[in-house]
């Protein structure tokens, strides 16, 4: 309500249906952290997300995420999304460490490795599987 005020808008959102879509896109546009830094793309979509919640718990008629007469606003979300990550503003992939010799002493020392009983066993399947065909995603291990 606060943007919506501050872009002149006195009404309340479920009573500007012709022009919504076009303060959400400015909205998507505009919005900033109290730093003036832009928002990491899942914040974003999280706050387009709570907007659209807010306006379903008002009766509003349509979604701004389902919605045909908010593909505007779809679209810019996207297009920011994309800019945001090329800037580096997307979630950063954890990078893993190798696993050292000493650590796998560690391992078997604690008989959570080994062929002593099933659950070793599975530990150390799981172990030999991740570190020769790395952890891939869910399609390239079906593939597999």
């Known amino acids: 309500m606060v943007f919506l005020q501050s872009e002149g808008e006195q009404r309340f959102p479920k009573f500007i249906p012709s022009d919504l879509n076009q303060h959400i896109s400015h909205f998507i546009l505009s ?29 509003y008629s349509v979604s701004i995420i389902n919605d045909i007469k908010f593909h505007k606003s779809r679209s810019v979300l996207k297009m920011k999304l994309k800019n945001l990550k090329k800037l580096g503003k997307g979630n950063k992939l954890r990078a893993s460490s190798p696993v050292s010799d ?6 078997y020392e604690a008989q959570t490795l080994g062929d002593e009983n099933p659950t070793d066993l599975i530990h150390s399947m799981w172990l030999i599987f991740t570190m020769h065909f790395e952890l891939w995603t869910g399609k390239k291990t079906h593939n597999l």
């Open 102 to 107: 000493q650590d796998l002493q560690k391992m």
């Open 31 to 59: 919005v900033r952290n109290k730093g003036g830094d832009e928002f990491k793309p899942s914040t974003l979509r999280d706050m387009i997300s709570s907007i659209d919640r807010y306006l379903r718990t008002k009766s």
